[in-house]
């Protein structure tokens, strides 16, 4: 099976890019399934309302992912009225199955997983346990997690722990596409993180000046999105028959 995974979209301007790069992208890589972070979609660049969600459906997205952000601008009522538009399923505010989208394509059945950490992020429910509790109900035998994290060593430990149970784990949240793509011993492919689709003239997508303003006084500053033209970061995926990953491939293409 090939999956196609997107990184955090950013803004307004994001989605454009998106628009522009996603079709190309998914005939390049003749994906059977898309997913795309969506969660800072929204003009202000963090959150996601009904209308972000449709523009990233429009681009051709089949699953929509969030993360920390949420709720920033929207209610639960998003996620329990559209089943392929997920957040983090161990938010202490989140629904049962608002955090799990199991997609029939026919020939191939899909079970996309949305969880937060909780290392330097809001404590929700433990990313861990809550893995565990899901995987007692999924079925098929390809299994994508997105894991919205901020630790490095916290998407590691939950890679490896996840490690041939899912055929997945795509790290979301840093907005920076890491260097590590890889098969873990067991079948489970991995990345830290699949980047943004944003402005490459940005501070992960934001304008350049506010990002410094706000890093050099530590005052609140109102962010926001960096126009122009940008990049698309993501990962391809392959997997066989028993839902093992058997090739991994970054994604950074300019739009």
């Known amino acids: 099976m090939k999956i196609l995974f997107i990184g955090d ?6 989605v454009e890019i998106l628009q522009k ?16 972070n969506g969660e800072n979609s929204n ?29 920033r601008r929207t ?26 989208a199991n997609v029939d394509l026919g020939r191939f059945q899909v079970c996309v997983i949305n969880l937060i950490g909780i290392a330097f992020i809001e404590n929700h429910r433990n990313p861990f346990w809550e893995l565990d509790k899901i995987l007692k109900s999924v079925e098929c035998k390809t299994i994508i997690v997105d894991f919205h994290a901020e630790s490095t060593a916290e998407k590691y430990a939950f890679a490896n722990y996840a490690d041939g149970r899912v055929s997945a784990v795509i790290g979301t949240h840093t907005h920076v596409q890491t260097n590590d793509e890889q098969i873990l011993p067991k079948g489970t492919g991995f990345i830290s993180d699949a980047g943004a ?32 033209d940008g990049h698309i970061n993501g990962v391809f995926i392959e997997t066989d028959q028993n839902g093992k990953t058997i090739k991994i491939e970054k994604i950074h293409t300019k739009f």
Do not use: W
């Open 43 to 71: 003009e202000s660049g963090t959150g996601m309302t009904r209308k972000d969600a449709d523009s990233i459906f429009a681009c051709g997205a089949d699953v929509i992912t969030g993360g920390n952000h949420s709720m």
């Open 21 to 36: 790069g996603l079709p190309i992208l998914k005939r390049k890589y003749n994906c059977d399934i898309c997913i795309v």
């Open 9 to 14: 979209v950013v803004g307004a301007n994001g």
């Open 197 to 228: 689709v944003c402005a490459d003239n940005s501070v992960l997508g934001v304008q350049v000046e506010l990002a410094i303003e706000k890093q050099k006084y530590l005052k609140p500053v109102h962010f926001k999105v960096a126009p122009g």
């Open 75 to 100: 209610s639960i009522d998003l996620y329990t009225e559209n089943e392929y538009i997920l957040c983090p399923a161990n938010l202490l505010y989140s629904e049962y199955g608002c955090g799990v």
